[in-house]
Every structure is written in structure tokens, then in C-alpha cells.
């Protein structure tokens, strides 16, 4: 069995003190992707869906139910304020899964960098204090003068990257060590479904726990 990966993901190459790493790089690719993505939808399909209602496809099926499921759960879990955070997870959960899905192509996923986790779970920590701000003013403040609510909404952030972190490096690792043990035939079988798998459930319940959080805020 060959060595492992490490926690830290590998250097590709450095300018001063900047490290510029392989999960940077699968960063830079999924993000890239998934702008041309959204911008060949909404130029080339949208316009075409809309003058035919009848005509339907996997790609128009599928976005329809990805967007429908996050609308429903953000109107129910947060209200007015779902126009804005239903897209903003849609987006965060569609990285989520992608980054998960890069593994497929031999890239190392960008949530398997605590960096990158680290930031999704602040998108979450920023959304819930602006929202809570937003819905209760000054009253939200007194949210805070016990000192169990303040230490558990700085900890939200952290608590949320270690648990996106576990899951995927624990997942990127196990593969890794089935790669070692048989690298044939069992692993082209085994990673497509484990991976999909992995990837869908890690952006849902990404959204899931932000939505109830927020919800919380806001109550």
C-alpha cells in the first residue's frame, strides 16, 4: 500500500510566502466550472424553457427539482428572508457537492482543506448574526448577555468546518486506502456511487443545519 495523504494538502508551488495548493487548484476549477455552468443555463436554456413548458429533459428535471427543494426549504425555515438565503446555499451546497465530485477526476476535493471549510462555516456564522440583527435589532443583542448563547454561536463556524472536514477527508482517505489494498477493478466500481453519494449528502446536510440555525436566529 502506498503512503497516505496527508491532512495538509500538497504544495504545487510558492511565491514568497504564499503556498499555492492542490486544493486551491481544484478550488479554482470547480468554481470556474460552475460560473460557466450558471451563465450557459441562464443564457441558453432558461430563454428556450420558457417558450416551451411542454419539452423536458434531465438537466431541466434536475434543476427544477434542486431549485424547488431549496426554495421550499428556505421559504419554511426562514422566511422573508429565503430570496436571499435559499440562493446563497443553493450556491454553497452546489461547491459542496462539485468540490466532493472532483475526487472522481483524481483531484483532491477543496473540502478536504480545513481552509476551505473554515469559510463555509463563516458564511453560515455571518448569515445568522446579519439576519438575527435584521429581525430583532436590539433586542438580539440580548441574545448575548449570557455567556452560554455568545460562546455557542462563535463556536457554530468551527463546529460546522470540523464536521464538513471529518466527513470529507475521512471519505477522500478511505478510498486512498482501498486504492492500496486493491487497485483494479473493486475501486472503478466502488467510488462513482460512493462518491455521488458522499457528495449529495454532505451539501444537503450543509444546508440543513445552516437553514436551522438561521432559523433559530430569527424565531
Known amino acids: 500500500m502506498?503512503?497516505?495523504?496527508?491532512?495538509?494538502?500538497?504544495?504545487?508551488?510558492?511565491?514568497?510566502?504564499?503556498?499555492?495548493?492542490?486544493?486551491?487548484?481544484?478550488?479554482?476549477?470547480?468554481?470556474?466550472?460552475?460560473?460557466?455552468?450558471?451563465?450557459?443555463?441562464?443564457?441558453?436554456?432558461?430563454?428556450r424553457w420558457e417558450k416551451d413548458f411542454k419539452h423536458t429533459s434531465v438537466l431541466r428535471s434536475f434543476l427544477e427539482w434542486a431549485v424547488g427543494m431549496f426554495s421550499s426549504n428556505s421559504d419554511e425555515m426562514t422566511d422573508k428572508y429565503s430570496r436571499a438565503?435559499?440562493?446563497?446555499?443553493?450556491?454553497?451546497?452546489?461547491?459542496?457537492?462539485?468540490?466532493?465530485?472532483?475526487?472522481?477526476?483524481?483531484?483532491?476535493?477543496p473540502l478536504s482543506d480545513l481552509n476551505c471549510d473554515i469559510v463555509l462555516g463563516a458564511v453560515t456564522f455571518v448569515m445568522v448574526q446579519t439576519l438575527g440583527i435584521l429581525k430583532h435589532r436590539a433586542r438580539r443583542l440580548k441574545h448575548f448577555a449570557p455567556v452560554i448563547p455568545l460562546v455557542t454561536d462563535c463556536v457554530v463556524p468551527f463546529s460546522m468546518a470540523l464536521r464538513l472536514f471529518g466527513s470529507v477527508f475521512s471519505g477522500y482517505l478511505i478510498m486512498e486506502i482501498v486504492y492500496?489494498?486493491?487497485?483494479?477493478?473493486?475501486?472503478?466500481?466502488?467510488?462513482?456511487?460512493?462518491?455521488?453519494?458522499h457528495a449529495l449528502i454532505q451539501?444537503?446536510?450543509?444546508?440543513?443545519?445552516?437553514?436551522?440555525?438561521?432559523?433559530?436566529?430569527?424565531e
Request: net charge negative; glycine share 6%.
Open 2 to 47: 502506498g503512503e497516505l495523504p496527508s491532512i495538509a494538502p500538497k504544495v504545487l508551488y510558492s511565491v514568497g510566502d504564499f503556498d499555492f495548493t492542490v486544493t486551491m487548484f481544484t478550488t479554482l476549477v470547480v468554481s470556474a466550472l460552475l460560473i460557466i455552468f450558471a451563465v450557459v443555463v441562464r443564457v441558453a436554456c432558461i430563454p
Open 180 to 197: 492500496g489494498f486493491c487497485p483494479y477493478i473493486l475501486p472503478v466500481a466502488l467510488e462513482p456511487l460512493f462518491t455521488l453519494f
Open 203 to 218: 451539501s444537503y446536510v450543509f444546508m440543513f443545519l445552516s437553514m436551522n440555525f438561521i432559523n433559530e436566529a430569527i
Open 85 to 109: 438565503v435559499g440562493p446563497l446555499y443553493f450556491g454553497c451546497s452546489a461547491f459542496i457537492m462539485f468540490g466532493v465530485l472532483a475526487e472522481l477526476f483524481g483531484l483532491r476535493s
